[in-house]
């Protein structure tokens, strides 16, 4: 309200840096610029869409901020939400600025509230303790926080879009400190094939991976058949694309590029204020829903994926984290 009542809309601009890394850009034009790709972006043909941005460091200096906010307002709420916006968005009508904001808008109204009688079911609170990170011992956060804390610094959630395209297909969100990787994806899952006419073991699943971090770039796994005689072997392997590899050039981070884009006026990559209020709506209402539950996060260890019951979420679905080594 602050900034609003001094600057002009048009003269805001919103710093989220994950809206400026490549593959988050890269999303867009992979949607609406290959007609191969469009037509099964939907119910039809997708089975769940996971996002997980995963952090080996702790809380670092930030040890007051972050036992004030915890894991769902650090990152849920902006870095996670609007990668699913532009995984869940309709093609817009251009490249303006306004007309892609407004397609996420469409997408945060369309989200699902999580009530206290979702909670158990559809998200899962955890707190890192002791673990290894990297080889080397890794403190606990109450240890790192100097106190008792019932802060989360890991969250997953199932996320669900009420509208035509989305109906049926949840979007699996996760994030967590002192995981055993530094990472951030989007996963898309394809649905199986109906018939196994290779056998119920052959292959997997097709999926689309977009890496953000460490290393970016596009991998479509699909089933292949392996050389050599002796029988049909199908083996799961990926198309890949790494950015690095295939344009072979220095690009600007995502702090450079935002930055550009401020000195030259495009608010394409900055959040609308009618955004930020319904993401806002959304995590508060979670927010809420856990305090009326009540309960400490569930303990996982430094340099593990999570807690259990992450895993157990996506069980009780017939699906798993994606969690290459």
């Excluded at 992979?30 to 809380?59: K, Y």
């Excluded at 009530?115 to 403190?139: C, E, F, H, I, S």
């Excluded at 295939?246 to 204020?273: C, K």
Aim: net charge negative; glycine share 10%.
């Amino acid at each position: 309200d602050g900034v609003g009542r001094v600057f002009d809309e048009q003269r805001t601009f919103r710093i989220d840096h994950y809206l400026g890394k490549e593959t988050v850009q890269n999303l867009l034009v992979l949607r609406f610029a290959n007609m191969l790709v469009e037509p099964l972006w939907s119910r039809a043909s997708i089975d769940h869409v996971q996002i997980t941005v995963a952090e080996e460091i702790g809380v670092e200096g930030r040890a007051d901020y972050y036992d004030r906010s915890g894991a769902l307002r650090d990152m849920v709420q902006n870095h996670l939400l609007q990668l699913l916006c532009l995984v869940a968005l309709e093609s817009p009508n251009s490249m303006d600025a306004d007309a892609i904001r407004t397609e996420k808008l469409k997408v945060l109204s369309a989200l699902r509230r999580i009530g206290p009688a979702d909670v158990a079911g559809k998200t899962v609170r955890g707190q890192y303790k002791a673990g290894l990170v990297n080889g080397g011992k890794a403190p606990s956060y109450v240890e790192e926080v100097g106190k008792p804390s019932r802060t989360e610094t890991f969250v997953a959630v199932k996320a669900e879009v009420d509208n035509w395209r989305w109906a049926g297909v949840p979007f699996y969100l996760r994030t967590g400190k002192r995981m055993g990787g530094r990472r951030s994806e989007i996963v898309v899952q394809f649905k199986d094939t109906p018939v196994h006419i290779f056998g119920a073991e052959a292959g997997a699943p097709n999926r689309l991976v977009l890496r953000l971090q460490p290393d970016e770039g596009v991998r479509l796994w699909l089933n292949m058949k392996e050389p050599g005689p002796g029988g049909l072997r199908i083996k799961t392997a990926p198309l890949d694309l790494s950015f690095a590899e295939e344009f072979g050039v220095r690009y600007p981070d995502a702090y450079e590029r935002l930055l550009m884009d401020i000195v030259r006026g495009n608010l394409s990559l900055f959040m609308r204020r009618d955004e930020v209020d319904a993401a806002w709506r959304w995590a508060d209402a979670l927010l809420a829903a856990w305090e009326d539950a009540g309960g400490d996060p569930h303990p996982y260890a430094a340099g593990s994926n999570g807690p259990t019951q992450s895993a157990l979420m996506m069980d009780r679905d017939g699906r798993s984290w994606w969690d290459p080594e």
